[in-house]
């Protein structure tokens, strides 16, 4: 999501049935290139930055390019290297008082992070590009950064038509929606997520186009089973199994820390906890678990049926977005950027018209 986009993307968010929400806003730093060269100003990046954030009704920053290398030559004086902007975003990091997200990428698993706990890195599947990159990924979890997974269905491909999918959002290069389908990437994908054995990697897909949400359950059976890996995989039949406490911990209570959800993804006292209900296989549930997760025979939401004997018998419930509450008002260098841009951000977004949403309010700082 970016400032012209917030409205369309919220409104695609209100569509989706049963779940609740939240989105990222992606920054890209080329806007502010001439500010961040100036460390005088950073306070007055972070609090435009705050300010975004809450106008844009987005939960957290998310950086795509850590970097600013400008297309055009002529701008070149004003590129800014990974390692001044990791130094950086350290800084906004604490500043915040929350992890900032980077898409990553074998530029960033290479990177020395001046402090990790810093950094969230986003999408890790799609980035392990060649082997030796998975030792690197691993060795940033295990050194105190956060990471989403983001596993790979090795036989999923893009449209056939043959036309590329790609944004341009003003980056040194085009985003691509997808890349091609890769079983070597796909398994380096599975391999980091069975050889990590900390509590810092969340689950994840590497996006509707690689890895479809209807594949989640086969791929939830990868990780917790492995005759079902062997069949499908061969070489990964060694690895461990995650257990189902491990399964529960990556998809729904790590998430939640992450987003900074505090009465969401555990069932302590004043969480606001969804209950749904598995019918248990035969055997011992913890060796048998992927057999079950994959279809919820019960789910109330909010205290009302939404599933019922495997069925969704009720889609129209209530269901919030989360955002990020800063309190923060627009300022002068929020006004000075719009300036430079084509696509001004107050045509796109108009906060009274997002009124049917039940907006959620995660407290700031």
Known sequence: MTLATARYVHRQLEKLPLVDTSASLVVNLQDLDLWLKDRRRWEEVAETLRFYLEWTRALNLRVMEPWVRHRQEVYAHRNISLEETLEL???LAGYLQHSIVLEASPEILRASLPKPQAFHLAALGAALTEDGLLDTALAQLEGGTTGDLGLVWPQEAPAGDGIPRQVDLGLSAPL??????SR?????????????????????????????????AEMWGFLGNRKVRGEFWGENSGLREWTFREWVWATRTLPARLLGLTD?????????????????????????????VGKCRTLLKGGVVVVDNFQVVREEVPKATWYRATGVEATPLAAELCQFLSLRPENFWLSGELEGIIWRRVQDR
Request: no cysteine.
């Open 89 to 91: 975003l350290t800084w």
């Open 184 to 216: 070597d990437r796909a398994s380096r994908a599975l391999r980091l997520a069975l050889a990590y054995k900390g509590q810092a990697a969340a689950f994840s897909g590497a996006g509707a186009f690689l890895a479809p949400v209807q594949r989640y």
């Open 264 to 292: 969401r993804g555990h069932l302590g006292p004043g969480a606001l906890a969804d209950v749904a209900l598995f019918d248990l296989p035969p055997g011992d549930p913890e060796t048998r678990w992927p057999d079950f």
């Open 176 to 181: 691509k929606l997808w890349g091609e389908p």
